[in-house]
């Protein structure tokens, strides 16, 4: 049965020598749904309808570029013997964290620039970076990357997943963890939980905090499957050194700034 398994096609469509492939399709679709859910609820803030069509225009490549730099140093002793192939991302290699950071980054200094609540702006945005990392691991299950370790094919189909999913999870002789689809559910769940809290109220700035330990939290775990994770040390993975950080600096922050006041305003306030 195994030798009739093909798997799906990464191309999208071909238009003449080019190809665009899945991969992008579903990170540009991503990126278009993230966007519409923003500027959605951006109308309802009272934030001007252009604020994150001009914000995307900023993020956007400073988070590719971000993700990009985060990769390549930690595959530096790769890289610094092929250095031509930095600037190749169509051969793969971009890490999320890194993009959240050059996002981050970006977007702080375009709140500055516009006088908007970073904050403000963060929680709005909350839901849809997790609507763009939801689809955009589905991405990666077109490409056959970002899975887990090994496992039989009776395993998968006690998960109860469609035959395309589990043939897709065959690659070379050996069917992998879906991590992808691990990730892609957590995501789900989070955007489902974000949008309750909208109801909640919570003061600005905690639906992003909140974003930030959802998301690191399914990370540690759906990490610990994956069998390509980039290492801080031969034992330790980057992405769950993150993770924990990243949890710890939230749950600091979101204290802090009941503390000292400086998160009084609501998300629901005009």
């Known amino acids: 049965m195994e030798s009739n398994i093909q798997p799906l096609d990464k191309v999208f469509l071909h238009l003449g020598p080019l190809s665009i492939k899945w991969y992008g399709v579903l990170i540009g679709l991503g990126v278009v749904l993230g966007l519409w859910l923003a500027i959605r609820e951006s109308k309802r803030r009272g934030i001007p309808d252009d604020t994150f069509l001009d914000l995307i225009l ?21 890289y610094s013997k092929h250095v031509s192939e930095i600037p190749a991302i169509w051969h793969g290699g971009l890490a999320i964290h890194g993009g959240l950071i050059g996002a ?41 990357e970002a899975h887990g370790g090994p496992v039989t094919r009776s395993f998968l189909e006690s998960l109860h997943l469609p035959a395309w999913i589990i043939n897709q999870m065959y690659i070379d002789g050996t069917y992998y963890h ?25 003061r600005r700035g905690e639906m992003f905090l909140t974003y930030l330990i959802w998301y690191s939290v399914g990370r540690f775990f759906i990490e610990g499957l994956r069998t390509d994770s980039l290492m801080l040390t031969s034992t330790i993975r980057m992405a769950q050194f993150i993770s924990v950080v990243i949890i710890i600096l939230s749950i600091i922050i979101l204290v802090y700034r009941r503390v000292k006041g400086l998160s009084n305003e609501r998300y629901l306030d005009a």
């Open 58 to 78: 900023v993020a956007l490549p400073s988070a590719i570029i971000g993700a990009r730099i985060y990769y390549v140093l930690f595959e530096w002793s790769y």
């Open 104 to 144: 981050f980054i970006a977007s702080y200094f375009f709140s500055k620039k516009r006088g908007i609540s970073f904050w403000k702006l963060a929680d709005i945005a909350a839901p849809s970076i997790l609507v763009g990392q939801m689809l955009g691991r589905w991405g990666n299950f077109m490409n056959q």
């Open 178 to 202: 879906p991590t992808f689809l691990y990730e892609s559910l957590w995501s789900l769940l989070g955007i489902i939980f974000l949008l309750i809290l909208r109801r909640v109220n919570l």
